[in-house]
């Protein structure tokens, strides 16, 4: 359990998002990704942060960096199971 923070990011420990119910998936704020800019950040680190690049696949499976564009949500006090 934890706070959500939710995103197109990849996790860089390869753990699954958090099963919420909806159609979007959401990271535990305290995952790690992959950032260009600085290097391996928590999710909850990257809130706020403009024109931040984050590993990610492309359409035919390769890894590259992409921007945040837009946070679904960033929940501190919501708590959710992840598995």
Request: aromatic share 10%; glycine share 10%.
């Amino acid at each position: 359990k934890g706070s959500s923070s939710g995103s197109g990011a990849q996790s860089d420990s390869g753990s699954p998002a958090a099963d919420t119910g909806s159609s979007s998936a959401c990271f535990h704020g305290e995952e790690y990704v992959l950032t260009e800019q600085y290097g391996r950040m928590k999710m909850s680190e990257l809130v706020g942060k403009p024109s931040i690049k984050v590993q990610s696949r492309d359409d035919q499976g390769r890894m590259v960096f992409s921007p945040i564009y837009y946070w679904l949500h960033s929940e501190a006090d919501t708590e959710t199971n992840f598995i």
